[in-house]
């Protein structure tokens, strides 16, 4: 029998190699997106229903995120709808241990965003001593797919932590929020392109930074137009007033429908492995 060629061999590889998570592609980055936007929203949303108590809304998201990864961990190949359910609660379940750690044990937000920041790079840093790689196309064994989604669980609580700190404490205003992490994920993506920056690197900070545009688009359509007295700095920029339940919904429905795109997509085209 010829030998494949090289190419054909590594392309393989490749996917064989990405079967647990999927390619990086436009649609990635707009379904994580709505992720992290439904995980801001959906998390006040859900703590509303349970009256209000987020040690109650933390433990029940959190069952059902364990729930989730257990499945995701059972799956022998990327499966958008498995995939995508678990980073949409663990974006709810970062932003729940972040409002947790401001409200009920008085971290502030700048506390917090140097907590989160010092778990991630240590997460990072434990992940490539133990596998001398970060790239999400190596996620092929369990252990590596263990890293993988703890460090997304900091990059989440990071986000959530980091664009409260810009919005909220700093007053800056969620248009001016969401205007600042987009122009910060552009020049990413422009030191990419022009400057070489590493593509792991590169990945990994666009990756980080979607956490807080999200959150910023959630909530710059769901808070208030106008904040309750003595809560509104002068020049902040309040939000839409959609509301979470409104906004949540709408977000929800967006992701279903790129997730049945996705699927569709990959019964259309199965990805080849080297089984």
């Keep these: 029998m010829q030998t494949p060629p090289a190419s054909v061999e590594t392309r393989t590889e490749t996917h064989h190699f990405l079967s647990k998570v999927p390619e990086v592609t436009l649609y990635f980055w707009v379904i994580k997106v709505l992720c992290t936007t ?22 029940v998201m959190g069952s059902l995120l364990a729930v989730a990864l257990v499945v995701q961990f059972r799956m022998h190949e ?6 995508w359910i678990a980073v949409v609660l663990i974006s709810v379940v970062g932003t729940l241990i972040t409002d947790n750690m401001v409200e009920h044990f008085n971290v502030s937000l700048t506390t917090s965003t140097i907590v989160f920041a010092i778990l991630m790079f240590a997460s990072f840093g434990i992940w490539f001593a133990s596998e001398r790689t970060l790239s999400i196309h190596s996620i092929h064994t369990a252990k590596r797919e263990a890293f993988y989604w703890l460090a997304i669980l900091f990059t989440f609580a990071l986000g959530t932590a980091a664009g409260d700190l810009i919005a909220e404490k700093w007053s800056l205003g969620y248009t001016k929020s969401l205007l600042l992490f987009v122009g910060m994920i552009a020049v990413i993506g422009m030191a990419h392109a022009w400057l070489k920056l590493n593509a792991i690197v590169a990945f990994w900070f666009a990756y980080v930074l979607t956490r807080p545009l999200g959150a910023s688009i959630g909530d710059l359509l769901s808070q208030p137009r106008k904040l309750p007295a003595g809560q509104d700095p002068e020049g902040f920029q309040a939000g839409l007033g959609l509301g979470t339940t409104v906004t949540s919904l709408i977000f929800l429905a967006a992701i279903l429908a790129v997730i049945v795109y996705m699927t569709t997509e990959q019964r259309r085209h199965p990805v080849e492995t080297d089984d």
Excluded: H
């Excluded at 439904?38 to 433990?59: P, R, S, Y």
């Excluded at 990327?78 to 995939?83: H, I």
């Design 38 to 59: 439904v995980g801001e929203t959906f998390a006040d949303f859900i703590n509303g229903k349970l009256g209000d108590n987020l040690t109650t809304t933390t433990i």
């Design 78 to 83: 990327y499966v958008p709808a498995v995939y």
